[in-house]
């Protein structure tokens, strides 16, 4: 235990001799999460830019687009005078969505025949697009469910309740579970907190470990190793902790999760993927090369952990390589669900057991990789740049 004071002593003065690495530990997740929450800060898409083009011309066709402009979703920008203008305008990102009201509208579901109005959306983008369909869509069954029931009323000289109880005979209800609103920042920002948390945690304990490699492959190396390990997880999860309560009274973030739980998944993924970064710095043995690798895996490991997209809609073979070689499979989606549906531990413990799992594979196997790599006698070359490193020539 004395040994193991003394090396996190080291690490705390080291650390306060880097003002990057102080930044790193400090500020960099609360930063990021900040910015990164504030630009999913609204709750939905809204005031998105359509074009309409009637060539209806009646009061029905009237009250459908004043149906759209009084959405707080929609704004009517454009008025388009025929299909190539309409077309066009969504083609040179004027707006996001046409309305294409067809004529005699009103003659013909007054008759009795079949009329459609077609919505044009702009799949390019999925998330305006998405929103934009599905508000359309509420609107046009709503304007629709109105005329039927009035044509029931009017045939029938029925009363308004009856004729509504015809035209709906069936309907259907729902109820949105955790997030009623769905809100993005709520599906997105914890995904986006884990995410911060492995990279700084590679990049923190890369410049703590380079630092002074054979100096701790030679002795006491699961010591030295440990305390640079703690110093940096333990601040890095303190600063995400209090981030947390942060957004969740500024943006309205949604927090009924089990913290206990997820403080327990926060230190063992911390202590696993300290494992991928010991040994990544034995591989690289330098800082830019174990950055170059570090950064270019944080997009791949993020998309493949099962977070953005359900990891059993991806190939098999993927699926069992990312969960071979990488934790934030096991720890990016339970998390998010920790804090938002208030996970109990039954329901994570398959999570957990992979986490340890893995930290009983891969411990062993960075740390011999690692005495193996900085444990042989240095070449003049390397005596010269750990020095260099230890003086502080080489910064963060």
């Not at 504030?38 to 011309?57: F, P």
């Not at 999760?257 to 970064?277: H, R």
């Not at 969960?323 to 549906?341: H, V």
Request: hydrophobic letters at 50%; proline letters at 3%.
């Amino acid at each position: 235990m004395e040994l193991f004071l003394r090396s996190l002593q080291e690490e705390i003065e080291f650390m306060c001799k880097k003002p990057g690495l102080i930044i790193l530990l400090f500020l960099a997740i609360p930063v990021l999460t900040i910015w990164f929450g504030g630009a999913y800060y609204h709750e939905y898409v809204n005031d998105v830019g359509i074009a309409v083009l009637d060539e209806d011309n009646t009061s029905l066709s009237r009250n459908v687009i004043q149906y759209f402009d009084d959405s707080e979703r929609f704004n009517v920008k454009y008025y388009a005078a025929n299909r190539a203008e309409l077309q066009n305008l969504i083609d040179q990102r004027k707006v996001y969505m046409g309305l294409y009201i067809p004529p005699h509208l009103n003659d013909d579901i007054m008759s009795g025949n079949a009329s459609q109005i077609l919505i044009l959306t702009n799949g390019a983008n999925v998330i305006i697009g998405n929103n934009a369909y599905a508000g359309a869509a509420e609107i046009i069954q709503t304007v629709s469910a109105g005329i039927e029931m009035k044509m029931i009323a009017g045939k029938g000289s029925l009363s308004e309740s009856t004729a509504r109880n015809m035209a709906l005979s069936f309907n259907f209800t729902d109820r949105m579970l955790y997030d009623s609103k769905l809100a993005y920042i709520n599906y997105l920002i914890y995904g986006f907190i884990a995410v911060f948390f492995q990279q700084f945690m590679l990049s923190a304990l890369a410049t703590m470990i380079l630092r002074n490699p054979e100096s701790t492959a030679k002795e006491h190396t699961v010591i030295k190793l440990a305390a640079k390990v703690v110093l940096a997880s333990t601040l890095l999860m303190a600063t995400g902790g209090l981030v947390i309560g942060y957004i969740h009274k500024k943006f309205n973030v949604i927090f009924s999760g089990n913290v206990k739980l997820a403080l327990l998944m926060s230190i063992l993924f911390s202590i696993a993927i300290s494992c991928a970064a010991i040994l990544l710095c034995a591989i690289t043995k330098n800082k830019t090369k174990f950055s170059q690798v570090s950064y270019m895996l944080s997009l791949p490991t993020f998309l493949t952990c099962g977070y953005v997209w359900p990891a059993d809609q991806m190939p098999e073979l993927l699926m069992r390589g990312v969960k071979l070689l990488w934790p934030l499979i096991y720890f990016a989606r339970p998390f998010d669900e920790i804090m938002i549906k208030g996970l109990t531990f039954v329901t994570v413990r398959q999570n957990v057991i992979n986490l340890v799992l893995y930290i009983i594979v891969f411990m062993p196997l960075s740390l011999l990789v690692f005495k193996k790599r900085f444990g042989t006698n240095q070449s003049p070359n390397n005596i010269v740049s750990q020095k260099a490193y230890t003086k502080g020539q080489i910064n963060l």
